[in-house]
């Protein structure tokens, strides 16, 4: 109970836990799976709970576990207060909640605002009421253009491929108005000018604070506010799917959405416990991120021109420099994040041979497939880097093992709306949501007791096992273990760092005494005399630094 009381307790301005947390997405269906019934559950996180604890994370954040039809495994939320019986209930959930508080670990829940699943109430009541009605006023509804309003409002183009709108059949059985949905058709848009929605979600909020949450992961963070009059708009070709790339698009980062951030931080503010907001908002520049964390907005957005910037040193200097930049003008903390639940698993997507748009994936026939041997070595250099780093850090499950992007996922298996909605021309994200491999002797890799998956692993993930990588001094595992130790005792999650100069393949800075190097480059780098390593991503002798490693290091 004490440990309970400590989390609860309200920092300091400028010292809150969420400054310098390193905190870990549970993908809750391919987590752990108490039941067997090949999907995890949340009595399997509550049961893998220690083996977080010995990582050595601050908090967890949970993907959707909320009632679905899982159209979108759970991005399509049906009712926003209770547990998809998938993955247990409300019971479940306070049992998982307070046994994590027990262990020091703080819980982040996800909620989906952009949209509801079309299975929610009041998209079911929006149906029957028709046009003009207050129910359906919830909603982004439109008549059609043409003759008859048999063309769509407009011409965009939904994330997961099609068109962006739906054409409903009203109650008398004739053709009628269109609804927006910027991802499936099964996942229509909320109106956000709407009081109704705002007062709806601020419950919400509370719904899960007064059960004891300490905060949010908000989805789609940038989507939820539209422009005015919904213009036609054509993407540049390729472009990122979410509006990473893109200085403007008409339903991405449009100015309203700090409106609803400002007032959700004052919901968070009546709370105990440095409550946190953290978005998902893809956004062209650090510039425009940063101002989804000004002091009265969101706490945290995740930093993802860090995530997408390419195995590259320049780049990668420039990123976190000005990353420390426009974050430090707001103040705070930047974000550093390498892999989730929608994007290739870092240990093979640094070593993609060629372009992969966010959302894309990759399988059997995509061009430019990663090396497994040189993904893995960038992927642990990549975290050993990560982890210097000022600030607060997420990780993906699965990544502390070194797992790569499972590619090989029969296209039968496959369940991802992009594969279907794209006619298969896209993989999607199933291979970075493939279960994990605990034992590497037990049925599905003890997943759970009973061999079932909802997603087939690969028979190579036996060496990833967590039991196989526990006994292994130098597994990724106990890599991650030592540098989320040695970030803790250090306090590299604050302060500031110093550049250093190794060379044009280099990423060099030092934080106090600490030097910190990786080597993008194709040959050694010499570190010189008077070196005492405190870690490396890859054991070597001597001191010089091979390619596609870092090292943690002091000098005499």
């Known amino acids: 109970m004490a440990q309970l009381e400590q989390l609860e307790q309200s920092a300091a301005p400028g010292s809150e836990w969420w400054r310098t947390a390193v905190i870990y997405q549970i993908y809750p269906r391919s987590f752990a799976d108490a039941s067997g019934d090949g999907i995890g559950d949340l009595p399997g996180i509550t049961a893998r709970l220690d083996d977080l604890k010995s990582l050595g994370i601050d908090a967890i954040w949970l993907s959707p576990f909320m009632?679905?039809?899982?159209?979108d495994a759970g991005y399509d939320v049906a009712d926003y207060r209770d547990v998809d019986p998938l993955f247990g209930t409300l019971a479940d959930f306070d049992e998982m909640l307070a046994q994590a508080h027990a262990r020091g670990i703080r819980v982040i829940v996800d909620l989906v605002p952009n949209h509801s699943s079309d299975q929610h109430a009041w998209f079911q009541q929006a149906l029957q009421a028709g046009p003009g009605s207050p129910e359906r006023a919830r909603y982004v509804f439109r008549d059609g253009k043409g003759e008859n309003g048999e063309l769509p409002p407009n011409n965009w183009e939904s994330v997961f491929g099609g068109g962006m709108w739906e054409r409903v059949t009203e109650a008398d059985g004739t053709p009628g108005q269109w609804y927006l949905h910027i991802f499936d058709a099964t996942q229509p848009d909320f109106d956000w000018t709407n009081e109704e929605v705002q007062e709806e979600f601020r419950s919400i909020l509370r719904f899960w604070l007064d059960r004891g949450v300490d905060g949010f992961r908000v989805d789609v963070a940038h989507g939820m506010v539209k422009e005015a009059g919904l213009p036609d708009y054509a993407p540049v070709a390729d472009a990122d799917s979410m509006g990473g790339g893109?200085?403007?698009?008409?339903?991405?980062?449009q100015d309203g959405v700090h409106d609803i951030y400002r007032d959700w931080h004052q919901v968070l503010a009546e709370y105990d416990g440095d409550r946190a907001l953290c978005g998902e908002a893809w956004l062209p520049t650090l510039a425009k991120t940063a101002l989804w964390v000004r002091p009265d907005e969101m706490h945290q957005t995740f930093n993802f021109p860090y995530l997408m910037t390419p195995w590259d040193a320049a780049e990668l200097r420039e990123v976190i420099r000005e990353s420390l930049e426009q974050f430090g003008k707001v103040g705070a903390p930047s974000t550093w994040v390498l892999s989730n639940h929608d994007v290739v698993r870092h240990a093979s997507r640094l070593a993609l041979t060629a372009d992969n748009p966010q959302g894309e994936g990759i399988g059997p026939k995509s061009a430019g497939k990663p090396d497994p041997v040189v993904g893995l070595s960038r992927g642990r250099a990549a975290t050993t880097l990560m982890l210097s780093l000022p600030g607060s850090a997420y990780l993906y499950q699965g990544e502390e093992l070194g797992l790569p992007e499972a590619m090989a996922i029969p296209d039968?298996?496959?369940?991802?709306?992009?594969?279907?909605?794209?006619?298969?021309?896209?993989?999607?994200?199933d291979g970075c949501r493939v279960p994990l491999p605990w034992s590497a002797d037990a049925p599905a890799f003890g997943f759970n007791d009973t061999g079932a998956s909802w997603l087939p692993q690969p028979a190579e993930w036996a060496?990833?096992?967590?039991?196989?990588?526990?006994t292994d001094a130098d597994s990724t595992l106990n890599l991650y273990r030592r540098l989320i130790e040695l970030r803790r005792e250090r306090s590299l999650g604050t302060g500031s760092l110093v550049w250093e100069d190794a060379?044009?393949?280099?990423?060099a800075f030092r934080r106090g005494d600490l030097h910190v190097i990786a080597n993008l480059g194709e040959t050694p780098i010499e570190l010189g005399e008077g070196v005492t390593f405190v870690v490396q991503s890859e054991n070597f002798d001597g001191t010089a630094l091979p390619p596609n490693t870092a090292a943690w290091f002091t000098r005499a």
């Open 67 to 71: 009632t679905s039809p899982q159209k």
């Open 246 to 253: 893109e200085e403007y698009v008409p339903y991405w980062g």
């Open 503 to 507: 060379g044009a393949d280099a990423v």
């Open 463 to 470: 060496t990833f096992a967590r039991d196989v990588e526990e």
């Open 412 to 429: 039968e298996f496959r369940q991802d709306p992009t594969w279907f909605r794209t006619h298969g021309e896209r993989y999607g994200r």
